[in-house]
């Protein structure tokens, strides 16, 4: 069957469609008919764009390339300093009265806090050496990732100590006469 530009066919769906050119057929994908020229177009010209957009987006960050993330681990790591030293400072605090059970509780919950804040601090350092791997930038700069990395690493163990100090205190302070407890 000749499809004319004033004719229409009825796909087996039920449906009318319009056929714009005398050589076209129907461009419904459940029409028995097969697609137009036009709707191939369309589709080489939609992957040509995406294909041309992500080669511009690749020569934007090769010509111009993103900061290193040096500064926002950098950061991070030095807020987790504070958090520990605030921890400290409230401690200290608190250890010139008579300490109660909730005191205790508290600084050990927030030392377990502390102690758990680690491996996002850990991913933020990864990414801070997969900004560096290729960015262009990076090549002329002193890494700054294994310094943090120690620091962090030194904090940590900052942390846990505390952390074990106040399980030991919080014991003590519950059975004075000694048994404390595993749970850290």
Not at 8 to 18: E, H, Q, T, Y
Not at 25 to 34: D, E, K, T
Not at 136 to 161: C, K, Q, V, Y
């Amino acid at each position: 069957m000749v499809h004319r530009a004033s004719s229409r066919c009825r796909c087996w769906s039920g449906s009318s469609c319009a056929l714009a050119l005398t050589s076209s057929r129907c461009p419904s994908a459940r029409c028995s008919f097969s697609r137009s020229a036009g709707s191939e177009t369309a589709a080489t010209d939609r992957i040509s764009a995406t294909i041309v957009g992500a080669a511009v987006g690749l020569a934007v960050n090769v010509v111009f390339p993103p900061a290193a993330q040096s500064r926002s681990a950098g950061a991070a790591v030095e807020g987790y300093a504070d958090e520990v030293a605030g921890l400290l400072e409230q401690v200290a605090e608190g250890l010139l009265g008579a300490v109660t059970r909730e005191q205790m509780n508290s600084w050990l919950d927030e030392a377990r806090y502390l102690t758990y804040q680690v491996p996002r601090l850990e991913a933020v350092l990864d990414e801070l050496d997969a900004s560096r791997g290729l960015n262009r930038r990076a090549i002329d700069t002193i890494t700054t990732a294994p310094g943090l990395r120690s620091g962090l690493h030194a904090l940590e163990h900052t942390a846990l100590a505390l952390r074990a100090l106040y399980r030991l205190l919080a014991d003590v302070q519950t059975n004075p006469q000694g048994g404390g407890s595993d749970k850290t």
